[in-house]
């Protein structure tokens, strides 16, 4: 398992962007596919995004897709989300998590490893 700890997350209108940022300990980052989750209010969990260990393949959940932007930098251990053109509907907080599958895995099942998640509110 690795240790994870989201940074980025704030109050923001819609239309705008943020880019989340997930930090990940250990030296076996590039082992571990990765994924952002989110969990509104009164909801359960929602995969967000994923994206391969070696970056080279990344998935969407539809509602995202065209607006937010996975990726990874595997000598910095960090993967981010760019989230362009925000809605109130992506209010949430976001988790990000690691799998040791290779998928990328979109199911919370397949992740063993969580952050403790970022808030992020838009505001209509």
């Known amino acids: 398992q690795v240790q994870l700890v989201e940074s980025g997350g704030g109050l923001v209108q819609a239309g705008d962007s943020l880019r989340l940022s997930c930090a990940a300990s250990?030296?076996?980052?590039?082992?571990?596919?990765m994924g952002w989750f989110r969990q509104a209010p009164g909801k359960g969990r929602e995969f967000v995004a994923a994206i391969t260990g070696s970056g080279a393949n990344t998935y969407y959940t539809d509602s995202v897709k065209g607006r937010f932007t996975i990726s990874r930098i595997n000598a910095k251990n960090t993967v981010y989300l760019q989230m362009n053109s925000l809605k109130p509907e992506d209010t949430a907080v976001y988790y990000c998590?690691?799998?040791?599958?290779?998928?990328?895995?979109?199911?919370?099942?397949?992740?063993?490893?969580w952050g403790q998640g970022t808030q992020v509110t838009v505001s209509s």
């Open positions: 998590a690691a799998s040791p599958n290779r998928g990328p895995p979109r199911r919370s099942g397949e992740y063993n490893s």
């Open positions: 250990g030296r076996t980052f590039n082992n571990y596919a």
